[in-house]
Structures are given as structure tokens and as C-alpha cells.
């Protein structure tokens, strides 16, 4: 886990959003390899083993591999190449973190690959994808760890409304989502580009506060 992605991970139970504190217990190159991220709110802790922060709940519906509620789906990430992948989400620059969740991080490191890729964060890889520069991992129920707006981009996998909602919710304003084609579009969402594989939206700014106008008489 890159210790800077720390500030943008959130404790995933309901309760008022709140920043994480971090006990290293194993440091290389400034990404944790082991410790322990605790919740100043609740007292929740989530353990880091690998370089894999654990945010799972007890009552996760959450399967092996990533899927969410018992869903089953051909993979997409082996019909789509990791500079393409790179396009869609607009990947030109190392700003930023981009989130690539389930079957999508099998594409890591080809788009480690490119250049100037920005730093990556895989929720729910495979077994077998081992963390390294460049790579953060963690493993989650629907609703994703994150702080609203704190990602440049995301990759989904899944059609589950709970995760395409919360994937959403993490974007940025302007930030692209890459979903498989099945999933509906979450609120917020304007879609760019759609075919019979996946659809490319981009998250939309929240409309701004009402501001009060006051007349001054002569």
C-alpha cells in the first residue's frame, strides 16, 4: 500500500466519513507492507498483510476473485489491451490514482508499462498479483474504501448497483468509470461511449450551492 494513498482510503461503515490512521509495522520504499489502518470513529482496525489493506466486513456478500453478490461474468479485461484501457480512463498523465477493481487488474502492469503511469490501486485482485511500486491492493465489500471524489479514474467490473454507486461517489469531477456494458449507469454519470462490451462515462460535477442575492437600494 502506497502510504501516500492512505489519506484517500475511508472506513467503510455507516458512519460520518473520516481520514484512517496508520500503524506501519513494515516499510519498503515508502509502501506498506504490513500494519494496521485504524477508524477513530468506530475503533474499527483493517489489517495491511502484503501490501494489501483487508477493509471486508463481516457480513460482505463478497465471493473469490472480486465478484460481488454471487455475480459470474466473462472476463473483459482479456478483451481489452492496456493502452486502450489507458485511453479510456485518460490515463496521459502520473497524477492523480486510478482504481482498476476485480478482473480489470490483471491490465496492471501493462499499464505500468506505458509511460508516465500514475499510480495504481487494485480492489479485489486475483490471487497470485503481487503488490509492487507502482501497485497498491485491497479487498473490499460493494462499497468501495474511499474518500468521495478521491480517485482520477476507475475501472469496474461488475454490475452490482451498490459498487457502480460507490465507484461514482470516489471519482472526481470529470474523472472517467470504465463498466462492463450489463451495468447500469450510476446517478452522476454522463456516458462518452458505449458498444456491447463496456461503456466509458464521465463523472459529472455536482451542481453548486444556491447563492444568496441581495439588493441594495439607494
Known sequence: MFIELVDALRCPRTHEESWLVLAATHLEARHVRDGTLGCPVCLAEYP?????????????????????????????????????LAAMLNLADSSGFAVLIGDWT??????????NPPPLLLVDPPNGIAMSPGLSGLRAGAALPLAAGAARAIAV???????LASAAHATRP?????????????????????????????????????????????
Open 174 to 218: 470529470s474523472g472517467r468509470i470504465v463498466a462492463p456494458a450489463r451495468a447500469g449507469v450510476p446517478a452522476g454519470v454522463r456516458v462518452l461511449v458505449r458498444d456491447d462490451t463496456l461503456w466509458v462515462g464521465e463523472r459529472e460535477a455536482p451542481p453548486a450551492p444556491l447563492v444568496r442575492l441581495h439588493v441594495r437600494r439607494a
Open 48 to 84: 495491511i498483510r502484503d501490501g494489501v489493506a483487508d477493509f471486508r466486513l463481516a457480513d460482505d456478500p463478497v465471493l473469490a476473485g472480486g465478484r460481488t453478490h454471487g455475480e459470474e461474468a466473462p472476463s473483459i479485461a482479456m478483451q481489452v489491451q492496456a493502452d486502450h
Open 106 to 115: 490483471r491490465l496492471a502492469d501493462g499499464l505500468l508499462a506505458l509511460e
Open 157 to 163: 467490473d461488475s454490475a452490482d448497483e451498490q459498487r
